[in-house]
Nanobody
Framework: EVHLVESGGGQVQAGGSLRLSCAAS????????INWFRQVPGKEREGVLC????????WVADSVKGRFTISSDNTKNTVYLQMNSLKPEDTAVYYC??????????????????WGKGTLVTVSS
């Protein structure tokens, strides 16, 4: 079983930056890719980024490309989501999730094996 804990959410003004962290249980990176999703209340969850900490693969959704980046620190079993040039429409609960699928394109809830509880990001105009 993989445990995932997100942190780093909060409130920021439009144009600002935040860095979210996803701490995974030891060994998770050996078998799983780590993915970030976001969800606005009343809307479907959207997959935004994926990283394979051991193979270096990544995927980024068009909606955040050029503004969000994903990285990992394998020594800390942690994946980071760096969010720059934030917009009010980026306001959502952000979740990290572990998947046995490689990062090769769009990511969906059904591809994920484990989820964190989420962290709220609020971007004010």
């Amino acid at each position: 079983e993989v445990h995932l804990v997100e942190s780093g959410g909060g409130q920021v003004q439009a144009g600002g930056s935040l860095r979210l962290s996803c701490a995974a249980s030891r060994g998770a990176f050996d078998d799983y890719t780590i993915n970030w999703f976001r969800q606005v209340p009343g809307k479907e969850r959207e997959g935004v980024l994926c990283t394979g900490p051991t193979d270096g693969s990544t995927w980024v959704a068009d909606s955040v490309k050029g503004r969000f980046t994903i990285s990992s620190d394998n020594t800390k079993n942690t994946v980071y989501l760096q969010m720059n040039s934030l917009k009010p429409e980026d306001t959502a609960v952000y979740y990290c999730a572990a998947s046995l699928y490689h990062c090769s394109g769009y990511i969906y809830d059904s591809m994920m094996s484990y989820w964190g509880k989420g962290t709220l990001v609020t971007v004010s105009s």
